[in-house]
C-alpha cells in the first residue's frame, strides 16, 4: 500500500456516516448547496476600475504590465522579445503565429520537450483563461493558448496575454466560477520569488525571473480610442 491508497482510505471512512445524497460526487440534482454567505467581490467596480486594479497588483508584485489593442499586439510582444534579445520563443499551439516577429524561432509546445529543451528557450508567450484583479493573479488551466504547465514554468521569461475587459474579474470566487476543477491550473502572482530567513529575495526559483503581463483591448477607430478601460 502506497501512501496514496492510505490518504484515499482515510477519506473514504471519514465519508461512511455521510448519507450518499450528500457526498461531493452525489448527482448534481440531489446534493444540498453550499451556504455561499461570504462576499463575492470586495466592493462595486467598472469594467475599467477592476482592470486598473490588476494593473497595479501586477506592478505590486514585481511584473511589468503593459497596453495594447490587438492590432497593436504583435508588435508589443516583438518589442519585448527584443528588449530581452530572445531568439527562442515557446508558445503552445492555439498562439497565433502573428503575435511571434519574424526571425524569431518558435519552439513548438509538445510532449517531448524535455526542461533542458525548455531551459535553451529565451522566452514563451502565451495567452490566459482568466485574471483576478483583487489578487493580482493570472490563472493559465492549460487550455490551447497557454499549453502545458512545464513551459511556463522553466524559461526565464513569461510574456502572457489577457484579454480585457472579458478575462478579467474583480475576485477569487469570481474566477473559479470560470474555472474547470478538472483541468489543471496555475496560479501566477508576479515573477518566481522566495525569501530565505533573513528575507533576502530571490526570484526565479520556481518559475521565471521575469513576467511581462499584456493587457489587450479591442481596437478603436483612429482618433477615437478609449483608454478609460486601462
Known amino acids: 500500500m502506497n501512501h496514496r491508497d492510505i490518504v484515499l482510505g482515510r477519506v473514504r471512512r471519514a465519508l461512511t456516516d455521510v448519507p450518499r445524497t450528500e457526498r461531493p460526487d452525489a448527482p448534481e440534482p440531489d446534493a444540498p448547496g453550499v451556504p455561499r454567505g461570504y462576499l463575492r467581490v470586495h466592493g462595486e467596480r467598472t469594467a475599467g476600475e477592476t482592470a486598473r486594479l490588476l494593473a497595479e497588483h501586477l506592478a505590486d508584485y514585481r511584473a511589468r504590465v503593459h497596453h495594447s489593442t490587438r492590432r497593436e499586439l504583435p508588435a508589443t510582444i516583438a518589442a519585448l522579445l527584443a528588449e530581452r534579445g530572445s531568439r527562442t520563443v515557446v508558445?503552445?499551439?492555439?498562439?497565433?503565429?502573428a503575435w511571434l516577429p519574424?526571425?524569431?524561432r518558435r519552439m513548438p509546445d509538445s510532449a517531448e520537450l524535455t526542461a533542458r529543451d525548455l531551459d535553451g528557450a529565451d522566452?514563451?508567450?502565451?495567452?490566459?483563461?482568466?485574471?483576478?484583479?483583487?489578487?493580482?493573479t493570472l490563472v493559465l488551466d492549460a487550455s490551447g493558448d497557454q499549453g502545458r504547465r512545464r513551459i511556463t514554468l522553466v524559461p526565464d521569461h513569461h510574456i502572457c496575454v489577457v484579454r480585457v475587459p472579458e478575462?478579467?474579474?474583480?475576485?477569487v470566487p469570481q474566477a473559479l466560477e470560470r474555472l474547470d476543477a478538472r483541468r489543471p491550473q496555475t496560479?501566477?502572482?508576479?515573477?518566481?520569488?522566495?525569501?530565505?530567513?533573513?528575507?533576502?529575495?530571490?526570484e526565479g526559483v520556481h518559475g521565471p525571473r521575469a513576467l511581462d503581463v499584456v493587457l489587450v483591448t479591442e481596437d478603436q477607430e483612429p482618433g477615437n480610442r478609449d483608454t478609460s478601460g486601462v
Open 167 to 171: 478575462q478579467v474579474v474583480g475576485s
Open 187 to 202: 496560479w501566477i502572482s508576479g515573477p518566481s520569488a522566495t525569501s530565505d530567513i533573513e528575507l533576502d529575495r530571490v
Open 102 to 104: 519574424r526571425g524569431v
Open 91 to 97: 508558445s503552445p499551439d492555439g498562439v497565433p503565429d
Open 123 to 136: 522566452s514563451v508567450v502565451t495567452g490566459c483563461a482568466v485574471a483576478i484583479a483583487e489578487t493580482g
